[in-house]
């Protein structure tokens, strides 16, 4: 009799473990302003490191008094995805050890004493002296360095930063800083931290203005094109934002899809209110 064919282990897919997964908590993120667990996730013997933010140790925000925190982190990654640029790590919404919250894979960057650093983009933003900035990169302004001393804030002309760019003009990220880009080791750059968006008002604040005005890349506008069609009533994108933001907030997220289609150029600062985050880090 032959050998009984052996059936290869099912493979746990980036979702099902956070969805589904027991999640153990290691400790607690200090620096951040609202309760940030790091934990372990474990699903069918696959374990890996993740993040949890619990709605039940989120600060009121008094200009987002509508939904979550927790739901906009989720309907931030599901735009990436639909956008077909993958920027942001998966991100689900779970109950947990303390409640219902965001559940989002851990993204380990490179080893600093590899030399791969450099490699993955670990240069991302930089302060330098002059008025123009150097080949590479883009001007974003002007910033004091103390004892009455300016140098010019840049930022790497980088097609990873540019598609984030675009997704910060489409998501409305009103919080976009330098600490919020995390370059992996394998080349990669994954973003964090999108509690701040799909505000129906405009709240753009963010380090990525160096492409604004220009006009967008054909990827960006087919992007674009793709999303516009998912965002239509009835269709699964839609009916899965429903869940986690509010009627309006889809509305105006129909808008500047449209409208960065109708420009077809990156958005500009609109002068109302300041345009770039602080503190940048």
């Known amino acids: 009799m032959s050998a009984p064919e052996r059936i290869p282990p099912r493979s746990v897919t980036p979702h099902e473990l956070l969805a589904l997964g ?45 939904g979550t925190l927790a739901q906009r982190e989720v309907a931030a990654y599901e735009l990436s995805e639909a956008m077909g640029w993958g920027l942001i790590p998966p991100t689900v919404l779970r109950d947990g050890p303390y409640g219902e919250g965001m559940c989002q894979l851990w993204i380990e960057g490179p080893d600093p004493e590899s030399g791969a650093g450099q490699a993955a983009g670990a240069e991302l933003l930089a302060l330098v002296e002059g008025e123009e900035p150097g080949p590479g990169w883009k001007a974003v302004g002007f910033a004091e360095v103390g004892e009455d001393r300016t140098a010019l804030l840049v930022h790497a002309d980088d097609v990873r930063l540019r598609r984030l760019a675009v997704l910060d003009a489409v998501i409305n990220n009103g919080d976009r800083k330098g600490g919020h880009l995390l370059p992996a080791a394998d080349g990669r750059l994954y973003a964090i931290d999108h509690g701040v968006t799909f505000n129906a008002d405009d709240k753009l604040r963010t380090l990525l203005w160096g492409w604004a005005g220009e006009p967008l890349p054909e990827e960006a506008l087919e992007a674009l094109r793709r999303l516009s069609a998912d965002l239509a009533e009835g269709r699964p994108l839609a009916a899965r934002l429903a869940e986690l933001i509010t009627p309006a907030e889809i509305e105006a997220l129909r808008a500047r899809v449209a409208d960065l289609l109708r420009t077809g150029r990156h958005r500009e600062p609109s002068g109302q209110w300041p345009a770039i985050p602080w503190p940048p880090v």
């Open 22 to 66: 027991e999640l153990t908590v290691r400790g607690r993120v200090r620096e951040a302003s609202n309760a940030v667990l790091y934990c372990t996730v474990t699903y069918e013997g696959v374990t890996a490191s993740c993040v949890y933010k619990p709605v039940a140790g989120e600060r009121p925000l008094w200009d987002f008094p509508d």
